[in-house]
Nanobody
Framework: QVQLVESGGGLVQAGGSLRLSCTASGRAIVNYVMGWFRQAPGKEREIVAT????????YYADSVLGRFTISRDNAKNTGALQMNSLKPEDTAVYYC????????????????WGQGTQVTVSS
């Protein structure tokens, strides 16, 4: 079992920045691909970014490419999502998740989830 806890969410004005953190416990996350997802009210959960086990490979949704940066520190069993140039449409609950499989970007592909942290971007 892996327990994940997100932190760092909050209220920010458009154009601002936030840094989300994901702290894992229970098992070493070096064996897992890590992803960040978000879910806005009335919408499906969508992928934001993923990072490979080593941290050497990343993926970003088109909507956040160039603004968000995903990272991980396997030694500390943590991950992070740096969000810059935030827009009102980035408002959502953000989730950290990990999976053992290396393929797939669907929420269904992920094995463990955090409880989520709210990000609200005002215009």
């Amino acid at each position: 079992q892996v327990q994940l806890v997100e932190s760092g969410g909050g209220l920010v004005q458009a154009g601002g920045s936030l840094r989300l953190s994901c702290t894992a416990s229970g098992r070493a996350i070096v064996n897992y691909v890590m992803g960040w997802f978000r879910q806005a009210p009335g919408k499906e959960r969508e992928i934001v970014a993923t990072v490979s086990r080593s941290g050497g490979s990343t993926y970003y949704a088109d909507s956040v490419l160039g603004r968000f940066t995903i990272s991980r520190d396997n030694a500390k069993n943590t991950g992070a999502l740096q969000m810059n140039s935030l827009k009102p449409e980035d408002t959502a609950v953000y989730y950290c998740a990990v999976k053992t499989r290396t393929d797939g970007r669907s929420p269904d592909d992920y094995d463990y989830w955090g409880q989520g942290t709210q990000v609200t971007v005002s215009s």
